[in-house]
């Protein structure tokens, strides 16, 4: 558990090994299987297949790499261009460049997931219907894909989406790196997970995440060819194992049989980890309701989220202090606390990128701070750090 002392670090977030972890970590090195064979792939595979009702799972190295075959798969081509939001990590848009594709930059809702009503002007008053495809005709460059990102646990408002994509032809693959066990609980999606709406989905299992493989990913799609093709990818394209026979270019990018069976415990837990940590937001929340200048960030409705982190915004004028100096004195407390991203229209390798009217993106930038969010927080720990805020205040 965190310590709630007064003097002890408190850390943003932490992977919480107390289930099977060691148990199954000493079976796959005992068992000599410790690479990409063994039995712990599969058994990943199938617990993350039953937990979010896609009809196939492929475990991969990290996010990235599901990412990037994703979108290779849903037909992502040099000189292309990818929609997505501005305002996710830049593990987002890294997979568009691998493919020598460009994003295009979008804005946010109000839950910072990317604008459904954005994304619909975008391709109606910057697109164009063509033999081709559909055309940017700022830049002359193919739409090939949306992107969208569910932002820190929130499921976005995919149905929106989705219909805005059907209605262009473009296939959507859904980065839900920080979305493992949520859903949509009304609407169009209800009973739906988070990463198995589009075309292809992409899960990270990061040390800071919900549940870790201490790194890990994973691809998910109703396609059983998609899914195929993903394997055979992530596999270095190989089609004979025994003569090393490769029939185009592969990615080695499978999950190692170790880092699988820390997965398979963490599965385990998932179901506990995500009740604990809505307490930890419920109390989060509670607590801070009426401290002037500072909001607890919201959920959207028909949601049902992991609660992977928690956010604040603080509004300088009225709590006077703004983000970066309120993060500072908690760090001196003992706290860690982080901002959001910054904007990836503002990162050096994507300064050249479309934009297209980015308004709240911006304004969160300024204004987020997240909370320690580790699975195994006191009641203690969460009051340590909302005391703090409380003082630091006006």
């Known amino acids: 558990m965190c310590s709630a002392a007064n003097d002890a670090f408190l850390p943003l977030s932490v992977p919480v090994l107390d289930g099977r972890e060691a148990e199954y970590v000493t079976e796959a090195v005992t068992s000599g299987w410790v690479s990409t064979a063994g039995s712990y792939v599969g058994r990943f595979e199938d617990a993350l297949q039953e937990s979010s009702g896609a009809a ?38 890294n997979p568009v460049a691998y493919c020598s594709a460009v994003p295009v930059f979008l804005d946010c809702d109000e839950y910072m997931n990317l604008d459904p009503a954005g994304v619909a002007a975008f391709l109606a008053t910057r697109c164009a ?11 002359g460059r193919r739409v090939a894909a949306i992107l969208p990102v569910h932002i820190f646990g ?16 473009l296939p959507v693959v859904e980065d839900a790196a920080e979305a493992l066990g949520a859903s949509w609980t009304s609407g169009p999606l209800a009973g739906r997970h988070a990463g198995t709406v589009g075309l ?12 870790t493989c201490g790194g890990g990913g994973a691809i998910l799609t109703n396609d059983a060819e998609l899914a195929a093709r993903a394997r055979h990818l992530t596999t270095t394209a190989k089609t004979d194992a025994v003569h090393f026979v490769h029939d185009e270019v592969g990615y080695n990018y499978r999950l190692t049989n ?3 069976a820390l997965g398979v415990a963490q599965m385990e837990s998932l179901p506990r980890f995500i009740e604990r940590k809505a307490a930890h937001y419920a109390l989060y929340r509670d607590t801070l309701e009426g401290i002037a200048g500072i909001t607890f960030a919201g959920v959207p409705d ?13 509004d300088e004028a009225a709590f006077g202090r703004d983000r970066e100096s ?24 994507y300064a050249d990128a479309p934009a297209f009217q980015l308004e709240r ?29 409380k003082k630091l205040g006006r």
């Open 56 to 93: 196939h799972v492929v475990a991969c190295v990290n996010g990235t790499s599901a990412l990037h075959i994703a979108l290779l798969l849903a037909g992502v081509k040099p000189g292309d261009e990818v929609i997505t939001p501005a305002l996710t990590f830049i593990g987002t848009v």
């Open 129 to 139: 219907r063509t033999a081709s495809g559909i055309v940017d005709t700022l830049t």
């Open 154 to 169: 929130n499921p976005c408002d995919l149905a929106s989406i989705m219909q805005t994509a059907d209605e262009w032809g």
């Open 200 to 211: 292809l989905g992409a899960y990270s299992f990061n040390g800071n995440k919900i549940a």
């Open 258 to 260: 170790i880092a699988a």
């Open 302 to 314: 028909g949601v049902a989220p992991n609660y992977w982190f928690y956010s604040i915004l603080v």
């Open 326 to 349: 309120l993060m500072m004195a908690l760090g001196e407390a003992g706290i860690q606390t982080r901002p959001i991203w910054q904007l990836n229209n503002t990162q050096a390798p």
């Open 361 to 389: 993106a911006p304004w969160f930038w300024e204004r987020v701070l997240n909370l320690p969010c580790s699975s195994d927080l006191s009641e203690a720990d969460v009051l340590r750090v909302t005391d703090a805020i």
